[in-house]
């Protein structure tokens, strides 16, 4: 089956730092890559939609200087969290769309952000 | 607008069955998912739903009417592994943009 890594799968950082996490398709290629974050006890909520060599399409209410998000190729796209806060420490979770069937997004494992 | 709305928590014993309901207005429904979430982990794909009617596999089952807007999951034979969160999402494609919008999710205690 389809499959979708994240690295690093949890991550400490400082607030005032920046992180990067990536999410790759292991096995098939991906036009399409979708980020989410989930706090607590809340469900997935869309934070970016990223197609392969064009810019990503943010969700109203986020940040696009603070959450930049590079697709460079059809296997990897990256978040970086930018001049971190706690307020952003959230499970980050990423998803990618196998081009050759459309309607199913395959999900990352998840990346565990903790600001301090 | 967009709206999902699903229960927030519900309880079941193990074997038993069990109804997660989810209703949806959205601008343009293309297909409704439902996912499985154990705590810390990412969704695991369940089914998928666009026409009217009944999708079963194995013991699990679910049913889309798109003139009422709503959803619902079936889950039979109740097992304790099943305790999970259950989230309804709605495929939403309004001209170029195609993207998954999640309900709230539904948590799911199964007891012995």
């Known amino acids: 089956g389809a499959v979708v890594s994240q690295h690093p799968s949890w991550v400490i950082c400082k607030s005032g730092t920046s992180v990067k996490i990536e999410c790759r398709s292991l096995d098939f290629q991906a036009t399409t890559m979708f980020w989410y974050r989930q706090f607590p006890k809340q469900s997935l909520m869309l934070m970016a939609t990223s197609n392969e060599g064009s810019k990503a399409t943010y969700e109203q209410g986020v940040e696009k200087d603070k959450f930049l998000i590079n697709h460079a190729s059809l296997t990897l796209s990256t978040l970086t969290v930018t001049s971190a806060h706690p307020e952003d420490s959230s499970f980050y979770i990423c998803?990618?769309?196998?081009?050759?069937?459309?309607?199913?997004?395959?999900f990352g494992p998840g990346t565990r952000l903790t600001v301090t | 607008g967009q709206n999902i709305d699903q229960p927030t928590e519900m309880t079941a014993t193990e074997g038993a069955i069990v109804q997660i309901n989810c209703t949806y207005q959205?601008?343009?429904?293309?297909?409704l998912f439902w996912y499985q979430q154990h705590a810390g982990e990412a969704p695991t794909f369940l089914s998928y739903n666009v026409l009217d009617g009944l999708e079963e596999k194995g013991r699990f089952s679910s049913f889309l009417s798109r003139s009422k807007g709503y959803s619902y999951l079936l889950l039979k034979e109740l097992q304790m592994k099943d305790s999970a969160s259950y989230l309804c999402a709605v495929r939403d494609r309004v001209g170029n943009t195609d993207k998954l919008i999640f309900g709230t999710g539904t948590r799911l205690q199964v007891f012995p």
């Open positions: 998803s990618a769309r196998d081009q050759r069937i459309t309607y199913e997004q395959y």
């Open positions: 959205t601008s343009g429904f293309n297909g």
